[in-house]
């Protein structure tokens, strides 16, 4: 059984943001960066609450805002308990290995499948390559402490690097693309989200029909050559996209 952390909160009882949400605030931030680790418990409501000096009804409402972000359950005969940290993902040209890593989550990856097969027309059109042409196809499940977060597949021209081997296992594609001299220069990319089928779901331990983000993104080189097609499923209870909107002057 993991052991209740210490908690150290500051509360600013003459602020003007409520108190259940400034508990929220900074418990989510001790999960995020580590400080409350997967499986950690919190305690029960009247002893945080002794601690802090704050009312239950008050506490209460923290846990529940973060119960509903999926980041603490309540489990009867053991209390609150953390279960995972959301990884929020920048909109930028990375890889989710490096992200994973970046953010302490420790990556893992099962490869599931590395193999030559005949593009489809959309693979081709993505690559610049004629339908029916040989490409490398990649699938693989991406991992954060042991639980699944990504279902990435991948098509790469034929040639463009060795993939054999563990190598894919012990690190992310745009590291082994980069070691391997091709200098990623820009992307095109589309977002989505969509209900998980019955399989998507067993392979990302969420039910049929969670949601799930969806994104699509062929890549370029410095020269303009298109080095990579992706087409991703990430859990939406575990993974968010994170960008900055600028306005246009």
């Known amino acids: 059984m993991a052991k209740q952390q210490p908690l150290q909160f500051t509360l600013d009882r003459g602020s003007p943001v409520p108190l259940y949400f400034q508990l929220s605030q900074q418990l989510e931030a001790a999960i995020e960066q580590g400080g409350l680790a997967p499986g950690s418990l919190l305690g029960n409501e009247i002893e945080l609450a002794a601690r802090l000096g704050l009312s239950r009804p008050t506490v209460r409402q923290a846990i529940q805002t973060l119960v509903d ?60 390559v004629a339908e029916g042409a040989d490409v490398v196809y990649i699938e693989r499940l991406r991992l954060a402490h042991g639980e699944p977060m990504a279902h990435l597949r991948n098509h790469l021209p034929v040639g463009l ?26 992307a095109r990319q589309t977002v989505g989200a969509r209900a ?54």
Not at 166 to 186: C, K, N, P
Not at 209 to 224: C, I, Q, V
Request: charged share 25%; glycine share 10%.
């Open 69 to 128: 972000k999926g980041l603490l359950v309540r489990r009867r005969g053991v209390g609150t308990q953390v279960v995972h940290s959301q990884v929020k993902r920048p909109l930028e040209l990375s890889s989710l290995y490096d992200d994973l890593e970046a953010a302490g989550q420790q990556p893992a990856t099962r490869v599931l499948r590395n193999s030559v097969e005949p593009a489809t027309a959309r693979v081709a059109a993505a690559l610049g």
């Open 196 to 249: 998980a089928t019955a399989e998507e779901g067993e392979r990302l331990a969420e039910p049929t029909g969670a949601p799930l983000l969806t994104m699509e993104r062929t890549t370029f080189d410095d020269t303009g050559r298109a080095v990579e097609f992706g087409s991703h499923l990430y859990r939406a209870s575990r993974y968010a996209f994170d960008f900055q909107l600028l306005v246009r002057p």
């Open 161 to 186: 690097l060795d993939l054999g081997g563990d190598v894919l296992e012990e690190t992310g594609l745009y590291r082994l693309m980069r070691s391997a001299g091709i200098t990623l220069h820009s």
